[in-house]
Nanobody, 123 residues
Framework: VQLQASGGGLVQPGGSLRLSCTAS????????VAWFRQAPGKEREGVSC????????YYTDSVKGRFTISRDRAKNVVHLQMNSLKTGDTAVYYC?????????????????WGQGTQVTVSS
């Protein structure tokens, strides 16, 4: 099981990025997909999650109204659209998957992790 997060980069405050979480060799259909981030000197935190059936989405308070998680089942990818980025969003972003995950606490305990992608918000 291989996951890959991509789409990071350098952006100015107020800008946007779209991250993608893709899987190699298997379908994400039955997995909740969560995004996490880890800033230098800080613990990893859960950012957002979409349940396996897409019926529920979750966001940590600091990103509500700015970030949107979505799934494209045809392309086997989950996106995190990040708008109105702030310097405090700077971190390495990871995705993780939890089979049949529904609730936020399940999303925070993934079965598999992907490699991260760096997001830097700076002027």
């Amino acid at each position: 099981v291989q996951l890959q997060a991509s789409g990071g980069g350098l952006v100015q405050p107020g800008g946007s990025l779209r991250l993608s979480c893709t899987a190699s060799g298997y379908a994400l259909d039955y997995y909740a997909v969560a995004w996490f981030r880890q800033a230098p000197g800080k613990e990893r935190e859960g950012v957002s999650c979409i349940s396996w059936s897409d019926s529920d989405t979750y966001y940590t308070d600091s990103v509500k109204g700015r970030f949107t998680i979505s799934r494209d089942r045809a392309k086997n990818v989950v996106h995190l659209q990040m708008n109105s980025l702030k310097t405090g969003d700077t971190a390495v972003y990871y995705c993780g998957v939890r089979k049949y995950g529904v609730k936020w606490d399940q999303c925070l305990d993934p079965d598999y992790w992907g490699q991260g992608t760096q997001v830097t918000v700076s002027s």
